[in-house]
């Protein structure tokens, strides 16, 4: 009895590790290398979150605020109508919308390799759930995802900037 009581507590002190080997699969090419399919080191987040960034404003992508010291982008609403509302970039920062993607399949290393802009992107481009690759103007690169529109023609946004 005494035996079998403390298997029974080695058992349970071990069971909260078990998902330490979960992940440790050898993928499809039969490699265990953990820098086969996705990056061999985590991409370590500088901000992140939410955020609305008012029609005529700025943003900076690097802090997560509207109207910040270093900005971005401005949103710039040229007309009542909505027709000339346009991301422009600002200091330096680079973009490119990619379309209706999947944003959480979007890694730094596929940033870094893109072909970034300094051209204004236009509204029609970016629909809600359009997502859109940078490089801010502090030189860290990022994503970003159209959550919607509001108002004055507000742009909220879901954001990732990484180191």
């Known amino acids: ?5 403390l ?6 002190c071990l069971v ?4 330490l080997s979960v992940g440790c699969e050898k993928d499809k090419n039969g490699s265990d290398d953990a820098s086969s399919g996705a990056n061999a080191e985590a991409d370590v987040i500088y901000s ?10 700025t943003f900076d992508l690097d802090k997560g605020v509207e109207a910040g010291e270093k900005i971005d982008f401005h949103w710039n609403r040229l007309s009542a109508d909505k027709t000339d509302t346009y991301l422009e970039p600002r200091n330096g920062a680079r973009f490119k919308a990619m379309g209706l993607v999947d944003f959480g399949a979007i890694t730094k290393s596929d940033v870094v390799a893109a072909s970034l802009s ?12 359009a997502v859109v690759i940078y490089k801010t103007d502090e030189g ?8 919607g529109f509001s108002g004055n023609e507000d742009l909220t946004l879901r954001w990732v900037t990484w180191e």
């Open 1 to 5: 009895m005494r035996q079998e009581w």
């Open 7 to 12: 298997m029974l507590r080695v058992i349970m």
């Open 16 to 19: 909260p590790f078990a998902f």
């Open 48 to 57: 992140a979150g939410t955020g609305k960034v008012r029609g005529t404003w």
């Open 118 to 129: 300094t051209a204004k992107i236009h509204h029609s481009a970016l629909p809600v759930n």
């Open 140 to 147: 860290r690169y990022g994503k970003f995802e159209v959550r």
